[in-house]
Every structure is written in C-alpha cells, then in structure tokens.
Nanobody, 120 residues
Framework: QVQLVESGGGLVQPGGSLRLSCITS????????MGWYRQAPGKQRELVAT???????DYEDSVKGRFTISRDNAKNTVYLHMNSLKPEDTGVYYC??????????????WGQGTQVTVSS
C-alpha cells in the first residue's frame, strides 16, 4: 500500500509563494505518475500538475508559468512550488499517485489534503 502525506499549506497574500510537499511511503520510481489536485469549496476537484516517472510534466492552463512540479527521488518526495498566488488558487490541495498494474489496470492513491488560502 502506498501512503501519501502532504504538507506546506497555509495562508498567504496575493502575489505570495508557497511550496507544498508530498512524501510517499514507496519509492517514486515505482509510481508511474505523481500529481497535485485541488478542490475549492463547492467545486469539483481539478488537476493542477503532474509529473511522470520519466520526468514529463503537465500543468493546468491557469497555473502555467506560476507553478512548478518537481521531485526528489532520494527523499521520495514530490513538490509543488507556487508563485504569484491568486485568490482563485485557494482550495484543498491533494497529492495523487498513480500506478499501472496488470493489463490496463490502474491504482490511484491520495493524500489527506493540505489547505491553501490566498487572501488579503
């Protein structure tokens, strides 16, 4: 079983920065893709950024140029560096790990979430 633990959320003013961390219980080499999702109150959860085991990254359009997803293999940790934060970035941020198994199967693991609030 893969366990994910997020940290780094908090309150920040617009234009500020935060770095979120996701520590995994397994080597991230065994996880095909890691990602960050977020969910604002009353809204559906949305994908923010992903990084594959091969290093390929993707970003949701609204965060391109402001957020950076990265990983530290030695620490089994994935980061989300968030700059130029906006109030609309507010939400609970969740770490996700995806492992492909069997013939076309897939298992997703989720962290407990960390709150990010961007407000004056």
């Amino acid at each position: 079983q893969v366990q994910l633990v997020e940290s780094g959320g908090g309150l920040v003013q617009p234009g500020g920065s935060l770095r979120l961390s996701c520590i995994t219980s397994a080597s991230i080499f065994s996880i095909n893709a890691m990602g960050w999702y977020r969910q604002a109150p009353g809204k559906q959860r949305e994908l923010v950024a992903t990084i594959t085991s091969g290093g390929h990254t993707d970003y949701e359009d609204s965060v391109k140029g402001r957020f950076t997803i990265s990983r530290d293999n030695a620490k089994n940790t994935v980061y989300l560096h968030m700059n130029s934060l906006k109030p609309e970035d507010t939400g609970v941020y969740y770490c996700n790990g995806r492992i492909r198994v069997g013939l076309g199967g897939e298992i997703n693991y989720w962290g407990q979430g960390t709150q990010v609030t961007v407000s004056s």
